[in-house]
C-alpha cells in the first residue's frame, strides 16, 4: 500500500478540484445555449436566462426543424461525414500499412514518408488551393469539402505507428501459413487496431462536421452550404425570415420565438449527433490517441 503523505493529500484534493472546475467552465456554455433555446423569446432578450430555462417552449426547435434551409444544410453535413469517413479512413489505411513495414519490405519508405510529412509543415495556400479545387471541376459540389483533404496525414501518422507497436510475428507466421498482404492487413492488423481506428473515426467525424470555412468559399450557392456554414451565416447576418412569415401559425409561433433562441437551438441540434457518438468511441480514445502517437 503506498503511503500518502499529506502535502500529497493536499495536491491530490487541490488537482481534483482545478480539474472540475475546468470541466465546469467547459460544460457551462453548452448548458447556457441549451437553457436558451428552451426559454421563452422575452426572457431570453431580458438575459434572464443563465443555467435553467425560463418560460419553456419547443417553438424555437419546432421552427429549426421546420427551416427547409436548415434541413437541407443539416442533410448536405450528413452526407458529408459519411462520404468523407469512408474516403478518409480508407485512404488512411492503405496509406498507413505499407509505411509501417521495416525499409527492406518497402523500398524508399523514408522518401513516401517524408512527402506526407511535409505537407504538414508546408502549404500551398488558399489561392492555389481554391484554384485547384476550381479547375477540376469540383466547384458547388460535396466531393469539393472531402477530396482536397481526403488523406489526412496526421491521422496516417497515428495509425502507421500503432501499425508498428503490433509483434511483427504476428505477420511473419501468417506468411508462412501463406496468407497475403490484403489477408493480413483485414483479418489480422484492422481487428487489434480498433482503438486507434476508434480514435480516427471520431476525429474525422468531427473534422468533416464542424469544417465551414472551406464549404463557405467551395460553395456558389447558400443552398450547398453545410450545417456548420449556415450557421456561420446566421451567426453574422440576422436572421430575416423570422419577419418574412405570414401565416397565422407562424405568427402565433414567432411571440415564443426569438433570434437569439433560435440560434442556441439550431446550435444544439446541430452538436447533438457528436455528443451522441463520442461516449460509444471515448472507452477507446486515449488508448488509441497515446499509443499512436508516442510509439515509434
Not at 121 to 149: C, E, N
Not at 252 to 278: C, G, H, N, W
Request: glycine share 6%.
Amino acid at each position: 500500500m503506498h503511503h500518502r503523505t499529506f502535502g500529497g493529500k493536499v495536491f491530490e484534493g487541490v488537482n481534483h478540484l482545478f480539474l472540475a472546475a475546468c470541466a465546469l467552465l467547459c460544460i457551462f456554455p453548452i448548458i447556457h445555449v441549451l437553457a436558451v433555446s428552451f426559454s421563452g423569446s422575452t426572457a431570453a432578450a431580458a438575459g434572464q436566462v443563465t443555467l435553467w430555462p425560463v418560460e419553456f417552449n419547443l417553438s424555437s426547435y419546432k421552427y429549426a426543424l421546420n427551416n427547409p434551409q436548415f434541413l437541407t444544410s443539416f442533410l448536405m453535413s450528413l452526407e458529408r461525414v459519411a462520404l468523407g469517413l469512408s474516403v478518409n479512413m480508407l485512404l488512411t489505411i492503405f496509406a498507413a500499412y505499407p509505411l509501417s513495414k521495416e525499409r527492406s519490405d518497402l523500398y524508399g519508405r523514408n522518401a513516401y514518408s517524408w512527402y506526407l510529412f511535409i505537407t504538414i509543415i508546408f502549404s500551398g495556400g488558399l489561392i492555389p488551393w481554391y484554384m485547384t479545387v476550381k479547375q477540376l471541376g469540383l466547384m458547388d459540389s460535396v466531393w469539393a469539402l472531402i477530396l482536397p483533404g481526403a488523406v489526412p496525414v496526421f491521422n496516417v501518422i497515428i495509425l502507421l505507428n500503432f501499425f508498428r507497436q503490433l509483434p511483427k510475428e504476428i505477420g511473419e507466421s501468417a506468411f508462412i501459413d501463406g496468407a497475403g498482404h490484403w489477408t493480413i492487413l483485414s483479418r489480422i492488423y484492422l481487428p487489434l487496431s480498433k482503438p486507434a481506428l476508434a480514435t480516427l473515426v471520431l476525429f474525422t467525424c468531427v473534422g468533416h462536421w464542424n469544417a465551414w470555412f472551406d464549404g463557405l468559399i467551395l460553395m456558389s450557392s447558400p443552398h450547398h452550404y453545410p450545417l456548420q456554414t449556415y450557421l456561420q451565416t446566421i451567426m453574422i447576418n440576422r436572421d430575416m425570415s423570422l419577419f418574412t412569415t405570414a401565416s397565422q401559425e407562424e405568427l402565433k409561433m414567432l411571440s415564443e420565438v426569438s433570434d437569439r433562441t433560435l440560434k442556441s437551438a439550431q446550435i444544439f441540434i446541430a452538436a447533438a449527433p457528436i455528443l451522441a457518438v463520442y461516449p460509444f468511441l471515448q472507452k477507446y480514445f486515449m488508448k488509441g490517441i497515446v499509443v499512436g502517437s508516442v510509439k515509434g
